[in-house]
Antibody, heavy 121, light 107 residues
Framework: EVQLVQSGGGLVQPGESLRLSCAAS????????MHWVRQAPGKGLEWVSS????????EYADSVKGRFTISRDNAKNSLYLQMKSLRTEDTAFYYC??????????????WGQGVLVTVSS | DIQMTQSPSSLSASVGDRVTITCRTS??????LNWYQQRPGEGPKLLIY???NLHSGVPPRFTGSGSGTDFTLTISSLQPEDFATYYC?????????FGQGTRLDIK
C-alpha cells in the first residue's frame, strides 16, 4: 500500500523558514515524480512545486519561486520542501503527492495527509 | 501559464441525479486533463486522468470526456458519498494548474 506521511508543519512568524518532509513507502520511490500542493483554509488547490524522478527537472509556482526549494533523497524515500521568507499568504495545508509516472503529463495519484503551515505574527 | 475555468462553481443536486461539471483551459492541453474529488476534511483523490481514463477503484458512474480546451466530468447517478468538491487539473504543462473547484451539495 502506498503511504505518504508528512511532517514539519507548524506556526512561524513572517520571514522565518520551515522545512516540510514527506516519507514514502509502498512503492519504488525513485521511479516517480513528486509534487507539493497547498490549500489555504476554505480555498481551492494551488500547485506549489514538482520534481521529476531523478531530480532533473524542478518546477515552481510563481508565488513561491526563489523562496521555496523542493528536493528528494531517493535513498531515504523522502521528499522535502524548504520554505524561506515565509509570508502570511503562505498559510495553508500543504500536501505531498506522488505522480502517476516519472513526471511528464503529471497526475497526482496518491496524497499525503497534509500538514498545516501557519504564518502569523 | 495555462488558466483553468470550471463551471459551475457550485451545484445542488439529489441522490440519483446525473450531473455534469465543465472545465475549460486557456490553451489546448490535448487530452491531458485530470479530475479530483475532495471530501470535507480529506485530501484530494484522483478520479480520472488524461481526460477519460478511470483511476483504479473509482466507480464507473464517473466518466470524463473532452479534448483540446473543453472537458466534462459526468456523474451518472449521484450517491451520498459523491457530495464533495471537484477539481480539474491540466497535465499538459509541467507547470501544473488546477481549476477553482466545483462544490456539489445535496439539494
Amino acid at each position: 500500500e502506498v503511504q505518504l506521511v508528512q511532517s514539519g508543519g507548524g506556526l512561524v512568524q513572517p520571514g522565518e523558514s520551515l522545512r516540510l518532509s514527506c516519507a514514502a513507502s509502498g512503492f519504488t520511490f525513485e521511479d516517480y515524480a513528486m509534487h507539493w500542493v497547498r490549500q489555504a483554509p476554505g480555498k481551492g488547490l494551488e500547485w506549489v512545486s514538482s520534481l521529476t524522478w531523478n531530480s532533473g527537472i524542478m518546477e515552481y509556482a510563481d508565488s513561491v519561486k526563489g523562496r521555496f526549494t523542493i528536493s528528494r533523497d531517493n535513498a531515504k524515500n523522502s521528499l522535502y520542501l524548504q520554505m524561506k521568507s515565509l509570508r502570511t499568504e503562505d498559510t495553508a495545508f500543504y500536501y505531498c503527492a506522488k505522480d502517476i509516472a516519472g513526471g511528464s503529463y503529471p497526475a497526482l495519484v496518491n496524497w499525503g495527509q497534509g500538514v498545516l503551515v501557519t504564518v502569523s505574527s | 501559464d495555462i488558466q483553468m475555468t470550471q463551471s459551475p462553481s457550485s451545484l445542488s443536486a439529489s441522490v440519483g441525479d446525473r450531473v455534469t461539471i465543465t472545465c475549460r483551459t486557456s490553451q489546448t492541453v490535448t487530452r491531458y486533463l485530470n479530475w479530483y474529488q475532495q471530501r470535507p476534511g480529506e485530501g484530494p483523490k484522483l478520479l480520472i486522468y488524461a481526460a477519460y481514463n478511470l483511476h483504479s477503484g473509482v466507480p464507473p458512474r464517473f466518466t470524463g470526456s473532452g479534448s483540446g480546451t473543453d472537458f466534462t466530468l459526468t456523474i451518472s447517478s449521484l450517491q451520498p458519498e459523491d457530495f464533495a468538491t471537484y477539481y480539474c487539473q491540466q497535465s499538459y504543462s509541467t507547470l501544473i494548474s488546477f481549476g477553482q473547484g466545483t462544490r456539489l451539495d445535496i439539494k
